[in-house]
């Protein structure tokens, strides 16, 4: 199998677990949701969906249409990057258990969790994202997806983090 061959495997897989998240997800917002939960941030999620999508077909484009090579010195590193930031986000989603989505839904009344990843970080999960955003391109070397993902991603988790943190203080404040 040649290394065009063995990244395209690899943006599958991220592709089927990617799907599993959204499955999780789905479930979660139905257990929040009938729990009181609050959907915060709408509008953003759209854009939010778009650019990790983008992010999956930008991999594929870049290194099979402008020949990115596999460069081990920059790939293997790259690929332990991008793996420790699904074993961070998976740690993330069983943390959190039901409370986890990829939406910001806050149920009232919940107090925030703070064992796992979130004993050390506020939001581990968007590490896990920001490291993936750019590591996983530059397995095969599509630096200008990295580049672009990241740059874009940087803009959208701003309003994504705001949103989400005046989320946390409004259910707080009403509990």
Same mark, same amino acid.
């Given at each position: 199998?040649?290394?065009?061959?063995?990244?395209?495997?690899?943006?599958?897989?991220?592709?089927?677990?990617?799907?599993?998240?959204?499955?999780?997800?789905?479930?979660?917002?139905?257990?929040?949701?009938?729990?009181?939960?609050?959907?915060?941030?709408?509008?953003? #999620?759209? @854009?939010? %969906?778009?650019?990790?999508? !983008? +992010?999956?077909?930008?991999?594929?484009?870049? /290194?099979?249409?402008?020949?990115?090579?596999?460069?081990?010195?920059?790939?293997?590193?790259?690929?332990?990057?991008?793996?420790?930031?699904?074993?961070?986000?998976?740690?993330?989603?069983?943390?959190?258990?039901?409370?986890?989505?990829?939406?910001?839904?806050?149920?009232?009344?919940?107090?925030?969790?703070?064992?796992?990843?979130?004993?050390?970080?506020?939001?581990?999960? #968007?590490? @896990?994202? %920001?490291?993936?955003?750019? !590591? +996983?391109?530059?397995?095969?070397?599509?630096? /200008?997806?990295?580049?672009?993902?990241?740059?874009?991603?940087?803009?959208?988790?701003?309003?994504?983090?705001?949103?989400?943190?005046?989320?946390?203080?409004?259910?707080?404040?009403?509990?």
């Amino acid at each position: 199998m040649n290394s065009e061959t063995a990244y395209t495997v690899l943006i599958a897989l991220v592709a089927v677990e990617r799907l599993a998240e959204l499955l999780v997800a789905r479930r979660n917002a139905a257990w929040s949701l009938a729990r009181g939960g609050v959907e915060y941030g709408r509008g953003h #999620y759209p @854009a939010m %969906v778009l650019l990790h999508t !983008a +992010l999956l077909a930008g991999c594929l484009l870049e /290194v099979h249409y402008a020949a990115r090579p596999f460069v081990p010195a920059l790939g293997w590193p790259m690929l332990a990057l991008a793996l420790g930031a699904q074993g961070l986000r998976w740690w993330c989603i069983r943390t959190l258990g039901p409370r986890w989505n990829t939406r910001v839904i806050v149920v009232p009344g919940l107090p925030l969790v703070s064992g796992g990843p979130y004993r050390w970080l506020r939001h581990p999960n #968007y590490l @896990a994202v %920001v490291v993936e955003g750019f !590591a +996983l391109p530059l397995v095969h070397t599509a630096w /200008v997806t990295a580049f672009c993902f990241t740059a874009l991603n940087a803009w959208l988790l701003a309003a994504r983090l705001r949103c989400e943190d005046a989320a946390l203080i409004r259910c707080r404040a009403a509990a």
